[in-house]
């Protein structure tokens, strides 16, 4: 059953079961009145026996008799009995009455008390003369109040019926209205494809959860269309990349084996071919590094570490590397208690990330001073890297995160543009943020946030 179908049925179930409640409340009040007021004309008529009864005037008695035969409405099968009454709680009893005992009881205790019995109402009341209490009771049936009740069950049935379809057609309408917008989005949807990313939905007014929904959409358009973007880029440049070492490589030997050469051709020919395979390593394992972070940068946390004996590691690796580096570890700024150093990580991937970052600032500030300050409190962890390099242009600054970008300034440095966009995940993926700042030409400082409340719990116990 569909959407539309459901919200009709909902409202025709809700709306029958509204009339349907509605119904027994008025059928209840409606029977309730008619009792009501029958007992008040057997109240009047119970008046009017006491009187006759209690004249001794002929006349009075022949006026009130007319007065009940033709001043008062005719009651179904009428009954009038006068019972004189003993004592508290004697009084002579008559045969043709078969009525329960708490009935008699409740009148001489309270002084009046009715009695329904096979729809036949008897209403009895005490009525005092000359010092002489009398039970009066009368009985007739409601035969006007039945006929009215069932005429007005019939009206309601009817009006049921009629309801029920007019809420099926209201409900249709409703869930047209309801249903449409959601309609018209979905065939918008539909239209879209990678192909044609660029479209959007069309702003939904006056409906805030439409709009919601509409809004979230087109986000997620955006993101995909950025993500199919860099993927299709990613994948443009890296079969270029993977795809010139390895020709390289080829005609290399090709050429090699064309005819018997000298041991010093061999020699430089095996020099580039060593070179050219080197870079196509260093770059495969980029890209498998660059893999293993994931898609949504979430990778499994496996180790507690203090983060400046990581980055006393990353500056030991450098020195391996550039030996001759200026980077400058400072760490007067960390606190003293070192609770406030650790973190949660993955250390490998978190080392190369670090690592990446530094070694940027080594190559393009031509190997000068680098400059890595930490700083640490209960909120958060920061690492401060300052250079005094050939900085970014603006327009650069929004790509730096694509795999494989590379400015035109520092085109002239080795490199494939993978070392930032990895390091960028590697971060992410451990809660933490990457901030640039860079002016062309006099230097850039990259700061690494790790906020204490966005780290993830490690799995093992510290």
């Not at 059953?1 to 025709?12: A, G, V």
Request: net charge neutral; charged share 25%; hydrophobic share 40%.
């Amino acid at each position: 059953m569909n959407i539309r179908k459901k919200i009709t049925f909902t409202y025709i179930a809700l709306s029958t079961f509204s009339a349907l409640l509605l119904c027994i409340v008025v059928l209840f009040l409606f029977k309730a009145n008619n009792q009501y007021y029958f007992l008040k004309r057997l109240e009047d008529r119970a008046k009017i026996v006491a009187s006759i009864h209690f004249q001794k005037d002929p006349e009075k008695i022949k006026y009130y008799s007319e007065l009940k035969k033709n001043g008062l409405e005719e009651l179904i099968e009428e009954q009038e009995f006068v019972l004189k009454v003993n004592s508290e709680s004697s009084f002579e009893y008559n045969t043709n009455l078969n009525l329960p005992n708490e009935f008699y009881s409740t009148i001489l205790k309270t002084g009046k008390d009715w009695f329904e019995q096979d729809n036949k109402y008897y209403l009895g009341q005490i009525f005092e003369e000359n010092g002489q209490k009398y039970i009066v009771i009368v009985a007739a049936r409601d035969k006007k109040g039945s006929t009215t009740t069932v005429f007005i069950i019939k009206i309601m049935l009817f009006g049921g019926m009629c309801f029920v379809i007019l809420a099926y057609f209201l409900g249709r309408i409703l869930a047209k209205r309801v249903i449409n917008p959601v309609a018209r989005i979905t065939r918008e949807v539909n239209r879209i494809s990678a192909s044609n990313l660029h479209n959007r939905l069309p702003e939904v007014k006056n409906s805030d959860e439409l709009s919601d929904l509409t809004a979230t959409f087109n986000d997620m358009l955006d993101r995909l269309e950025t993500s199919f973007e860099i993927q299709t880029n990613f994948i443009n440049n890296a079969s270029h990349e993977l795809k010139t070492p390895i020709t390289t490589i080829i005609a290399e030997s090709e050429i090699m084996l064309l005819k018997e050469r000298d041991p010093k051709e061999y020699i430089e020919s095996l020099e580039n071919i060593y070179n050219q395979a080197s870079r196509l390593g260093s770059l495969t394992e980029s890209l498998l590094k660059l893999t293993q972070t994931g898609y949504d940068g979430k990778k499994q946390v496996l180790d507690i570490t203090r983060i400046d004996e990581l980055l006393m590691t990353v500056k030991s690796d450098l020195d391996k590397i550039f030996p001759d580096n200026k980077v400058s570890i400072k760490l007067n700024f960390a606190p003293t208690d070192s609770n406030l150093l650790l973190i949660p990580c993955n250390r490998p991937l978190l080392e190369l990330a670090i690592n990446n970052i530094i070694t940027n600032g080594v190559k393009y500030s031509d190997n000068n001073e680098v400059f890595v300050s930490l700083t640490a409190n209960e909120e958060s962890i920061k690492i401060a890297i300052n250079d005094i390099g050939i900085g970014i242009p603006p327009e650069d600054i929004p790509h730096l995160y694509e795999p494989f970008f590379r400015g035109k300034i520092a085109a002239k440095y080795i490199g494939y543009g993978l070392g930032l966009p990895l390091a960028m995940k590697i971060i992410r993926m451990h809660g933490g943020e990457l901030q640039v700042q860079s002016e062309q030409n006099k230097g850039t400082m990259v700061t690494i946030i790790f906020k204490k409340c966005n780290i993830k719990n490690s799995n093992v116990n510290s």
